[in-house]
């Protein structure tokens, strides 16, 4: 009985019941099952730590302008980023310009719009969970079929691979929008239609605008996730000795990840510090790319 | 069971799901319509895409397939596209693939459901906050970085250097130990998100019977959101199955049947990057192959994903 008013008097001593120290929290299989839940986070950190550390240190010698202003050449102490650089420049400017508003108006037909009831709807919505989960690489093997099919010779165009890292990102795209628009309160819609606002309107001076922080965040980080892909580029050609600037949609190209896998893949220690130093040049974007969807997010969102 | 009149008014049948908030709104203003169409066009794209995928590669497929039987292609077990005397057995691929995904889940499941689990029920609000962001930066790195760093560091210095084990530069183990981190924070969010659904009341029920919370995680939890948690791990097959720049680089470039796991061996992904990089003539065998490996590498994700789909709707309907 004692035991029993023990128990009932922890739980109730302690906020959060579950969390208490007091019902075996501390016998050794609890003990040893809390070490081995940190432990696998301290692995997984752990790996991460290691990879930046190995890309740092391997690319120390390699930090200089030179990777910025010079073209790749068969010297590694020569040889430079830039047109890697402005490649991916280019094509994630292209593939932005053409995905963002697509997947948005996908995203509102499927959200405000349409019929849940109705099964081409229904469809749409398992399509677009399948296809955020369909290998990059395919979309690439799409694009070269597609260019093919329409008879175009030369695949290496910041055209084609913006086309293929759009059809990549665009389910992502979708599925972010929807949930920032999911995250608007129908009160808000209840409200614009009761005053006569069709629903139209409804959607466009009420429901958009209040989600335009999440849409951000997730555009944000759709494209930082086309940046840092190589697959499908590479199927279409990308691996390519530039000695020019990209400068159209037509261009020819190549992208920073695709300078990463070239250099890697040469015998010369020179060119894996190269690799190494334009890792941790992409890293950074990266980390740019995704603080910022992050800052936009704690700032700008509304709670409601 | 009243059925909707689709000219009537807001009656809705009770045994129906909701419908959207259209079904109130009044009369659209004529040039809204356009508008719909053009939004309806958007969202149907993302089929037109799906179908653009098969398309694409069937009809190369059914090129390849016309000069290689598909018993041959499926069972031979000598992968040889480009030698004089080709052979097209897909065994060898598909060995790779398998031992790289194997490998990438030992590392990724328990990570990611160890993560999952002290994220779900161990951390404070707080912590949460900081760690979600951290673990997702993982899936945040560019696949060809975790490639030079499964190459360099943990296949030629780890491997090689530290441990001496006999290995050549290229090993299926490096690049699927690799990947399993890549996919750890894959499986880690999804399982959260089915063990945070759990009701606290089931919780609150264990304790209340005394049970400690890592009884609770096991033996209450745990089984409750076993659906999203297989979920988790199905998905995490997919995304290895499809990953292609790690095992391009890190894996090798000999296709053979893999027997031991510091041995280098090409996946399916793997190929297509590889034979992607020789100027294959359109319509020519070469070409014809990349598509004919990709098409089996898309079924094989697409019944994956469904796997996948069917578990995660399991879950959000149980509480």
Redesign the interface.
Do not use: C
């Given at each position: 009985m004692r035991i029993i008013d023990g128990?009932i008097a922890g739980?109730i001593r302690t906020e959060r019941?579950?969390?208490?120290g007091t019902?075996?929290?501390r016998?050794p299989?609890?003990l040893i099952?809390?070490v081995?839940?940190?432990?696998?986070?301290v692995?997984?950190?752990g790996?991460?730590i290691?990879?930046v550390v190995?890309?740092i240190i391997?690319g120390q010698g390699q930090f200089s302008w030179r990777l910025f202003t010079e073209f790749p050449a068969s010297s590694p102490d020569r040889a430079g980023a830039r047109p890697a650089i402005l490649g991916s420049a280019w094509v994630i400017a292209t593939t932005a310009v053409m995905t963002i508003p697509?997947?948005i108006?996908?995203a509102?037909?499927?959200e405000?719009?349409?019929?849940?009831?109705n099964w081409f709807?229904r469809?749409?919505e398992?399509?677009?969970?399948?296809?955020a989960?369909?290998?990059?690489?395919?979309?690439?093997?799409?694009a070269?079929?597609?260019l093919?099919m329409l008879g175009v010779r030369d695949k290496n165009i910041v055209m084609a691979g913006a086309l293929a890292l759009s059809?990549l990102i665009?389910?992502v795209i979708?599925i972010a929008t929807r949930e920032a628009l999911r995250a608007v309160p129908?009160e808000i819609?209840?409200g614009s239609?009761a005053l006569?606002a069709?629903?139209?309107?409804?959607v466009w001076r009420q429901v958009l605008p209040s989600s335009v922080p999440g849409i951000a965040t997730g555009a944000i980080l759709a494209l930082?996730?086309a940046?840092?892909?190589?697959?499908p580029l590479?199927?279409?050609?990308a691996?390519v000795f530039l000695s020019f600037d990209p400068n159209g949609l037509l261009s020819g190209y190549t992208t920073l990840?695709?300078q990463?896998?070239n250099w890697?893949?040469r015998p010369q220690e020179g060119f894996?510090a190269l690799?190494?130093a334009t890792?941790v040049l992409?890293?950074f974007l990266?980390v740019i790319m995704?603080g910022l969807a992050?800052f936009i997010r704690n700032k700008f969102q509304k709670r409601w | 069971m009243t059925t909707v009149a689709s000219t009537g008014g807001p009656a809705i049948a009770p045994d129906?799901?909701t419908?959207?908030?259209?079904?109130?709104?009044?009369?659209?203003?004529p040039g809204?319509f356009v508008?719909?169409l053009?939004?309806?066009i958007?969202?149907?794209?993302?089929?037109v895409?799906?179908i653009?995928?098969l398309?694409?590669?069937t009809?190369?497929s059914i090129g390849f397939f016309a000069e290689v039987p598909v018993i041959e292609f499926l069972f031979g077990t000598r992968w040889a596209p480009r030698f004089a005397d080709a052979s097209f057995g897909v065994l060898p691929l598909v060995t790779a693939t398998a031992w790289t995904t194997f490998l990438a889940l030992l590392v990724a499941v328990?990570?990611?459901?160890?993560?999952a689990?002290?994220l779900a029920e161990?951390a404070s609000p707080r912590l949460r906050k900081i760690?979600k962001?951290?673990?997702e930066?993982?899936a945040?790195?560019?696949?060809?970085?975790?490639?030079?760093?499964a190459?360099?560091?943990v296949q030629s210095t780890v491997f090689r250097e530290w441990l001496q084990l006999e290995t050549g530069a290229f090993s299926v183990l490096a690049a699927g130990l690799?990947m399993g981190?890549m996919i750890?924070p894959t499986i880690a969010s999804i399982s959260e998100d089915a063990m945070s659904a759990v009701p606290q009341a089931m919780?609150?029920g264990s304790?209340?019977l005394?049970?400690?919370?890592?009884?609770?995680?096991?033996r209450v939890v745990f089984p409750a959101a076993l659906s999203g948690i297989v979920a988790a791990i199905v998905?995490g097959i997919?995304?290895a199955?499809?990953?292609?720049?790690i095992v391009?680089?890190a894996a090798g470039n000999q296709a053979r049947l893999v027997a031991n796991p510091l041995e280098q061996g090409q996946t399916m992904?793997g190929f297509?990057?590889n034979a992607?990089?020789g100027?294959s003539r359109?319509g020519s065998i070469e070409y014809d192959t990349?598509?004919a490996v990709?098409l089996l590498?898309?079924l094989i994700?697409?019944l994956?994903?469904?796997i996948?789909?069917r578990f995660v709707r399991k879950f959000r309907e149980a509480y």
């Open positions: 128990t739980t019941p579950i969390a208490s019902n075996g929290e016998r299989a609890a099952f809390l081995l839940l940190w432990l696998s986070l692995v997984a950190f790996v991460l290691a990879l190995t890309i391997d697509l997947g108006a996908a509102v037909h499927l405000e719009f349409a019929d849940k009831r709807n469809l749409i398992l399509n677009v969970q399948n296809l989960a369909v290998p990059s690489i395919v979309y690439g093997l799409l070269l079929a597609f093919s059809l665009l389910p979708i129908s819609r209840q239609l006569g069709t629903q139209w309107q409804t930082s996730r940046l840092g892909e190589a697959a590479l199927v279409l050609g691996l990840p695709i990463i896998f890697t893949g894996h690799a190494a890792s992409l890293l990266l995704n992050i | 129906r799901p419908p959207p908030i259209s079904y109130f709104a009044g009369r659209p203003r809204e508008i719909r053009l939004l309806r958007a969202a149907a794209i993302t089929v895409t799906t653009g995928i398309i694409a590669l009809i190369p328990p990570l990611g459901l160890g993560a689990i002290f161990y760690l962001p951290l673990l930066i993982l945040g790195v560019p696949t060809v970085v975790y490639g030079y760093f190459l360099q560091f690799v981190v750890v919780r609150q304790a209340a005394g049970a400690n919370r890592m009884q609770t995680t096991l998905l997919s995304r199955v499809g990953e292609t720049m391009a680089i992904t297509i990057a992607a990089l100027d359109v990349l598509f990709g590498l898309f994700t697409l994956i994903n469904f996948s789909i």
